[in-house]
């Protein structure tokens, strides 16, 4: 649910998209368009039901009122006015009605729907001057109930509504004086409908922006709980899901998954020699380092817990994700955070596990993570500060066990 780039992945690292959002007015209900595209599909599917309702009963409405003035206008019952209840108003709603079940429908009811209300209301305005020649004016109020149904009822944006109702304003008036409507009753409905737009525009209005910043809000809430409040990057949480989910697309696509597990060395020695705070300004620094190098749709860096990140890189073969492990240790160490208890130089560094694999059947998104998780201390029994790179089968192997065995007359202890 959500404006997230292609493949529906947000930026690694990035602030929430909405966040510039929430600053603003709304002065003019849009917003940028990823995210306006995300509010529309959202707000569409959640209200789809009530929308096809509200429908059901505006078409039992129309039915009454024609039944209606079978009985009480008889002598205003004919094939023209007819034609212009059966078959434009009616059907538009009908029509309505049907595009909701349309594949896509958020995409294309607004677009159609839009069109459809506007001759709706032009078909109205049009009834109603055509009556009125017959000596029944007020029949110009089906136009203001027709303009509150097309503000509240039918599931249009205030943008769109606005324009369906001002273009049947205008029509009214244009066609008021082509039918040499009296002056005095011209600007007497005119009027009753103007005021009608702005009570129901400034309503609409309110209502849409109200909607906006609680569905703003909300997401802001769903970002944060997807987010590590420490190094503002993707939390576990959020990489299982996305590992899960590009696992799927791979295996579509036949694309190559690769998997970075990295650690901080010797991070317990460096919260132990200068203390938390800077501990916690080292996690930041590494993590923005790591979402620098996941920027495509599908790539994600995460926080995996503690010192431990996560890149992942879709559509990475071997080669260029141990490319982009060998940028991302020499943009660490050139941070140049000093760290007198490390492994290089005196400056922090990290140690990467890199693995790849095809999505197949008899593989899993979780055997990637075991493969990256054997080469990342297959790094660090190397001395650390360096990256280990693996491709081979994972299908029996275990977290925790790999080749990381204790070994006659000593352990492998990566910590």
């Known amino acids: 649910m959500s404006g ?12 929430p998209p909405m966040t510039p959002e929430m600053r603003r007015a709304f002065r003019w209900l849009r917003f940028e368009p990823a995210l306006e595209s995300a509010y529309r599909a959202e707000q569409f599917r959640e209200h ?31 094939a023209i006015p007819n034609f212009a209840r059966y078959g434009v108003l009616i059907p538009t709603l009908m029509i309505g ?10 995409r294309w009811y607004p ?15 049009w009834l109603s001057l055509w009556v009125g020649t017959m000596g029944q004016p007020a029949l110009y109020v089906r136009l203001i109930l027709g303009t509150i149904v097309v503000y509240f009822v039918v599931g249009l944006s205030f943008r769109a509504a606005l324009t369906a109702c001002l273009g049947a304003l ?14 005095l009753q011209l600007v007497h409905v005119l009027a009753m409908l103007a005021f009608t737009n702005v009570i129901c ?3 609409a209005y309110r209502l849409e922006r109200a909607n906006r910043l609680a569905w703003l809000e909300a997401r802001q809430l769903f970002e944060h709980a997807l987010h590590d409040g420490l190094t503002g990057i993707f939390n576990r949480r959020r990489f299982d899901d996305h590992l899960e989910r590009v696992w ?6 036949r694309r190559p998954v690769s998997l970075l597990f990295a650690d901080i060395d010797h991070f317990k020695k460096y919260n132990d020699r200068y203390g938390h705070q800077a501990g916690d300004e080292a996690l930041k620094t590494v993590a923005a380092v790591l979402a620098r190098h996941a920027r495509r749709p599908f790539d994600l860096a995460a926080r995996f817990g503690g010192e431990e990140f996560a890149v992942l890189l879709y559509d990475a073969p071997s080669r260029e994700a141990s490319r982009i492990a060998g940028e991302i240790l020499a943009e660490v160490r050139a941070q140049a955070l000093v760290h007198e208890d490390g492994v290089s130089g005196g400056v922090l560094t990290i140690s990467i596990g890199v693995a790849t694999a095809v999505p197949q059947t008899r593989r899993s998104a979780a055997g990637l993570l075991q493969l990256a998780d054997q080469a990342l201390y297959s790094a660090k029994d190397a001395g650390r500060d360096q990256a280990r790179s693996l491709e081979e089968e994972y299908e029996h192997m275990k977290t925790g066990y790999f080749h990381r065995r204790v070994v006659q007359g000593g352990s492998a202890d990566g910590q």
């Open 248 to 253: 799927q697309q791979g295996m579509r696509e």
């Open 201 to 203: 525009a400034t309503g």
């Open 170 to 183: 205008v029509f009214y008036a244009w066609a008021a004086a082509y039918w040499s409507v009296s002056p």
């Open 48 to 78: 789809v039901g009530v929308l096809r309702v509200n429908l059901l009963i505006v078409i039992a409405i129309v039915f009454a009122i024609v039944r209606i003035d079978h009985v009480v206008m008889p002598a205003v019952v004919g």
């Open 97 to 106: 009605f049907a595009l909701t079940f349309v594949g896509q429908a958020w």
């Open 4 to 15: 997230a780039p292609a493949g529906g992945v947000e930026d690694a690292g990035a602030a």
């Open 111 to 125: 677009r159609i729907m839009n069109v459809l209300a506007c001759t709706a209301l032009l078909a109205i305005g």
